[in-house]
């Protein structure tokens, strides 16, 4: 398989969960800015999209959207659990993670790094920091409160929606709400990135 990827970015999570299901993969990095890959190929023909991750599987066939990649991947995977076994209720629960995290926190916390560029003024940009944060404040207030007891997301074990949860809270670092105002969600965070599976793909990505 190959992850086409975005150090840091939301394809982050196919790289964990590829690196903890012990899969073969090939990263593939592409500039988001000129959608051009590091030989020059344009990365429009692999996903026409234009974002990452986009996973190209080794029939050839490419896969888009960061839930339904990394479902595809724990499913390559059964014996590490990282997603529940289909038709049992654990298996949607983990699915209504998914969603949640991709409509919820992705596109949340990801418009911390959109309001620049369509905002002129630093006042505007002030003000809707500020609406921002509250947002993202009163998600974060949710998932404290659903990480209590818990070690991840679904309990005991570390699952799908948990490389795309932990990989969206990463991009508060610097512009959103600190994290350590949330004792659960931070010692989530340090359990996460104390798995070999996630160190392995940090270092690729060289991330700390």
Excluded at 32 to 43: R, S, V
Excluded at 111 to 118: G, K, Y
Excluded at 147 to 156: A, I, N, Q, R, V
Aim: a neutral charge; one cysteine or more.
């Amino acid at each position: 398989m190959k992850l086409y990827y975005k150090s840091g970015a939301c394809s982050l999570a196919p790289h964990i969960l590829l690196s903890e299901a012990g899969l073969n993969y090939e990263l593939i990095a592409v500039d988001l800015g000129t959608k051009k890959l590091e030989n020059g190929d344009d990365f429009k023909k692999i996903n026409p999209k234009g974002s990452v991750p986009a996973l190209e599987l080794p029939e050839g066939d490419v896969l888009t959207e960061a839930a339904v990649i990394l479902k595809y991947i724990a499913e390559q995977a059964p014996e590490k659990n990282l997603i529940p076994r289909p038709g049992t209720l654990e298996h949607y629960r983990c699915l209504e993670w998914l969603n949640y995290v991709s409509s919820e926190m992705h596109k949340g916390i990801g418009l911390f790094f959109v309001m620049p560029r369509i905002l002129q003024t630093d006042a505007a940009k002030a003000e809707v920091k500020e609406g921002i944060t509250e947002f993202v404040s009163m998600k974060l207030d949710y998932l404290e409160a659903q990480l209590e007891g818990k070690d991840y997301l679904m309990g005991s074990d570390f699952t799908a929606p948990d490389a795309y949860l932990y990989t969206t809270l990463r991009w508060t670092r610097g512009t959103g709400p600190a994290l350590k105002e949330w004792k659960n969600i931070s010692a989530y965070m340090e359990r996460i990135t104390a798995r070999a599976g996630v160190k392995k793909a940090l270092e690729k990505e060289h991330l700390k």
